[in-house]
């Protein structure tokens, strides 16, 4: 085959990448934690679900993997999911909107929301991709430091912000705002909408939804990537007003969540007692793991989610998480501007006393 001649591919190439929007070219991009997946190797840097998802998960997607489901397009706003998480939930089909993981659906906010040019906010130390998703929309992102004790500084310095993301409970701290300062805020920003991104709100004491009635301009998203034990299968929702929703619809990818993944979500939804007993366990080894980095010298932050915050005074934590991860462990070390510490994801009993054999170890000064 004949190619076309080009004198230079390399002088070529590098001119196309500056055909980039320079704000593209200028920005960092979202690392995700590491993907190790050799089996000996204990993730506890991703808060994936230590569990299997539902047994009925495998037997829906056995049954769906026919021919003539995968010939054809999948339905494009999950209308049996709508349903099944209508019921659930006790709101309207029309106010849920599917995505591809809930990261699709805080891209499909920041694109609806926020002008080229425009504020998007969070709350930090928090969720980075915030900051990226800013970034791609050439907007400007606008950090607000929590108070010490996790809490929204009053008043809220950004309320012109076109969007604003809090998570709830919060990542890497685990804490949550309590729902009279989430009310104070949506009614600061209005008519400007404030998301709640609740990735973790299925180990939490309470949610939001409780308020949603309240508040027109409050946006809720939820994943069954932890929850759920499906990150790898990628599925979320936002629940919102169905006038802002019917809007939101003609951002998306017409397919953004395919047929295995909607059937996925159905069964696992419809699987309470088992989300139930999952999330019950986990919740349980949260607090037999907090109170077991406290006798080890951690400062553990009270955790609602599926991850606990944790930092030492007496030595740094950076060293730590290296021979953690010599040692197949991997935990998150953050670094937010010098405020550091290691979110830690909450396992099975057997891996969390892997995970405590070797910090006490570490701790004790053996190498190995
Ligand atoms: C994990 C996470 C998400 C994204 O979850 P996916 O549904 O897997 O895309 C969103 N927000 C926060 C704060 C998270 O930690």
Same mark, same amino acid.
């Given at each position: 085959?004949?190619?076309?001649?080009?004198?230079?591919?390399?002088?070529?190439?590098?001119?196309?990448?500056?055909?980039?929007?320079?704000?593209?070219?200028?920005?960092?991009?979202?690392?995700?934690?590491?993907?190790?997946?050799?089996?000996?190797?204990?993730? *506890?840097?991703?808060?994936? &679900? !230590?569990?299997? /998802? +539902?047994?009925?998960?495998? @037997?829906?997607?056995?049954?769906?993997?026919? $021919?003539?489901?995968?010939?054809?397009?999948?339905?494009?706003?999950?209308?049996?999911?709508?349903?099944?998480?209508?019921?659930?939930?006790?709101?309207?089909?029309?106010?849920?909107?599917?995505?591809?993981?809930?990261?699709?659906?805080?891209?499909?906010?920041?694109?609806?929301?926020?002008?080229?040019?425009?504020?998007?906010?969070?709350?930090?130390?928090?969720?980075?991709?915030?900051?990226?998703?800013?970034?791609?929309?050439?907007?400007?992102?606008?950090?607000?430091?929590?108070?010490?004790?996790?809490?929204?500084?009053?008043?809220?310095?950004?309320?012109?912000?076109? *969007?604003?993301?809090?998570? &709830? !409970?919060?990542? /890497? +701290?685990?804490?949550?705002? @309590?729902?009279?300062?989430?009310?104070?805020? $949506?009614?600061?920003?209005?008519?400007?909408?404030?998301?709640?991104?609740?990735?973790?709100?299925?180990?939490?004491?309470?949610?939001?939804?409780?308020?949603?009635?309240?508040?027109?301009?409050?946006?809720?998203?939820?994943?069954?990537?932890?929850?759920?034990?499906?990150?790898?299968?990628?599925?979320?929702?936002?629940?919102?007003?169905?006038?802002?929703?019917?809007?939101?619809?003609?951002?998306?990818?017409?397919?953004?969540?395919?047929?295995?993944?909607?059937?996925?979500?159905?069964?696992?939804?419809?699987?309470?007692?088992?989300?139930?007993?999952?999330?019950?366990?986990?919740?349980?080894?949260?607090?037999?793991?907090?109170?077991?980095?406290?006798?080890?010298?951690?400062?553990?932050?009270?955790?609602? $989610?599926?991850?606990?915050?944790?930092?030492?005074?007496?030595?740094?934590?950076?060293?730590?998480?290296?021979?953690?991860?010599?040692?197949?462990?991997?935990?998150?070390?953050?670094?937010?501007?010098?405020?550091?510490?290691?979110?830690?994801?909450?396992?099975?009993?057997?891996?969390?006393?892997?995970?405590?054999?070797?910090?006490?170890?570490?701790?004790?000064?053996?190498?190995?």
């Amino acid at each position: 085959m004949e190619s076309f001649p080009v004198s230079d591919p390399s002088a070529a190439t590098a001119a196309v990448v500056t055909a980039l929007r320079p704000h593209i070219r200028s920005m960092k991009g979202y690392i995700p934690g590491e993907q190790r997946n050799a089996p000996d190797v204990l993730k *506890l840097n991703t808060n994936e &679900n !230590p569990y299997p /998802p +539902s047994p009925r998960v495998f @037997a829906a997607l056995r049954e769906a993997l026919t $021919a003539d489901r995968l010939r054809k397009y999948p339905p494009p706003l999950g209308d049996e999911f709508r349903r099944v998480a209508a019921r659930l939930y006790g709101l309207e089909p029309e106010c849920f909107l599917i995505g591809n993981g809930s990261d699709d659906l805080l891209t499909i906010l920041t694109r609806a929301f926020v002008p080229p040019g425009g504020y998007l906010a969070a709350p930090m130390p928090g969720y980075l991709l915030y900051r990226t998703l800013a970034d791609i929309q050439g907007a400007v992102f606008v950090p607000v430091p929590f108070t010490p004790d996790w809490q929204l500084p009053e008043p809220w310095p950004v309320p012109q912000a076109h *969007l604003t993301f809090l998570a &709830n !409970p919060n990542s /890497p +701290s685990g804490t949550m705002v @309590a729902p009279a300062a989430i009310r104070r805020l $949506a009614e600061t920003l209005a008519p400007a909408p404030l998301v709640l991104d609740e990735a973790y709100a299925d180990f939490a004491d309470w949610n939001g939804l409780s308020l949603f009635h309240q508040l027109p301009n409050l946006i809720i998203t939820r994943s069954m990537s932890k929850s759920y034990s499906l990150a790898g299968i990628r599925f979320g929702f936002a629940i919102a007003r169905p006038e802002l929703i019917r809007e939101l619809v003609k951002v998306k990818d017409s397919y953004n969540c395919d047929i295995l993944s909607q059937t996925a979500a159905v069964a696992a939804l419809e699987d309470q007692d088992y989300f139930q007993q999952v999330r019950a366990r986990i919740c349980a080894t949260r607090q037999r793991l907090a109170e077991a980095l406290t006798r080890l010298g951690f400062q553990v932050t009270p955790s609602q $989610a599926n991850f606990v915050w944790c930092r030492r005074s007496d030595r740094p934590v950076r060293p730590i998480a290296d021979e953690l991860a010599r040692r197949n462990i991997l935990v998150r070390y953050m670094n937010y501007d010098g405020y550091d510490g290691l979110r830690i994801s909450i396992g099975t009993e057997a891996e969390t006393d892997r995970l405590l054999d070797a910090l006490q170890s570490i701790l004790a000064g053996c190498s190995s």
